[in-house]
């Protein structure tokens, strides 16, 4: 089997006009990494590309990964193994509920097998006896992390960065992303240039922890000092949404045209716009946004 990718081109990246950010003097691009593919954009693209060459190149015919009911990893799995040619199996978090839901009938018509766990089964699936156990269960498996995360992630978001370096046409100064496990953040901070930042918001509630996980995510990289996480947009909570976040999804479809998601991507956004509105940027400042996709996930709050 071999991985083509000569049909994905690199994702556009689009600059936002608007009295408010001709005010506040900033220019913003956005990376828009959800047109990368209909189903399979995203960062969760980027995060499997080096993963599939890497299975490819060992002969595995399948892929096995983790998710809850309405992963968008889960989603981009199932598109990606069907449009490259794998099998694929997806571990699912909790009891089978029927009908299925529009991620996982959506998965099953992409050829993925899904394999339900409890909640309990599911806390183990970093240990290394579970994997041998899944292993002996089904086979020759390259096995995927829960949202694709692990250091052949960073290597593709990397590539995210040296894209948008010959997109733009002066350097930017700082580059932002949702962040759920710090894979993308991590590698997004592996190529920037030391006069160059990046912050991750927290989609989950206590998001300090992403500190330990982006430098874990580094490892012996040498420990670079221009990155943050915020944590304080996290809206009650991973996949919690209220009306303000609502309200802001749809005044930002308006004004700029696209949609965001809101586990991930609509949470940035207000947190971005919200530190804007604070002055936390130097004016004259070049931003750039990272639209890491997720749509899809929005039928589960019937948006
Ligand atoms: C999974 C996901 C993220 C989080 O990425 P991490 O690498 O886990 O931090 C961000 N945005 C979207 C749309 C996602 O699906």
């Known amino acids: 089997m071999s991985i083509r990718f000569a049909d994905l081109a690199a994702s556009p990246l ?28 995203g960062n969760k693209w980027r995060k499997q590309k080096y993963n599939l060459i ?5 002969n595995f015919d399948t892929l096995l990964t983790f998710g809850g009911a309405w992963s968008n990893h889960i989603y981009a ?33 992409c050829g993925m097998q899904l394999h339900y766990v409890s909640r309990t089964e599911y806390r183990k699936k970093h240990e290394a006896a579970f ?3 899944l292993r002996q269960q089904f086979g020759e498996v390259y096995i995927l992390p829960e949202g694709g995360s692990n250091a052949l992630a960073l290597k593709g ?4 960065v040296q894209e948008i370096n010959h997109e733009i046409d002066r350097p ?20 920037l240039n030391p006069e160059q930042s990046a912050i991750g918001f927290s989609a989950l509630k206590g998001g300090e922890f992403l500190h330990d996980e982006v430098r874990n995510f580094l490892g012996d990289d040498p420990q670079t000092s221009n990155w943050h996480i915020e944590t ?6 991973y996949a919690k949404i209220d009306n303000k976040l609502i309200n802001f999804m749809r005044q930002f479809q308006l004004q700029y045209g696209f949609a ?19 002055k936390h940027f130097k004016p004259g400042s070049t931003i750039v946004a990272v639209h890491s996709g997720g749509l899809q996930g929005n039928k589960g709050f019937g948006l």
């Not at 890497?54 to 060992?58: F, L, P, V, Y």
């Not at 978001?157 to 995210?160: A, V």
């Open 260 to 278: 965001l998601d809101a586990v991930y991507t609509g949470k940035m956004f207000y947190g971005l716009f919200d530190l804007i509105k604070n």
């Open 77 to 109: 799995t199932a598109a990606a193994a069907r449009h490259f040619g794998f099998n694929s199996i997806g571990i699912i978090r909790g009891e089978k509920h029927t009908p299925l839901n529009a991620t996982l009938s959506f998965a099953e018509s």
């Open 232 to 237: 304080a947009y996290h809206f009650g909570g």
């Open 54 to 58: 890497h299975a490819s190149e060992q």
């Open 157 to 160: 978001c990397e590539e995210l």
């Open 131 to 133: 994997l041998q156990d």
């Open 172 to 191: 930017f100064n700082v580059i932002c992303c949702a962040s759920g496990t710090g894979a993308t953040l991590a590698g997004l901070v592996k190529a």
């Open 14 to 41: 689009q600059k936002l006009n608007s009295a408010f950010l001709e005010q506040a003097d900033i220019q913003l691009y956005i990376k828009r990494d959800d047109l990368i593919h209909p189903q399979f954009g």
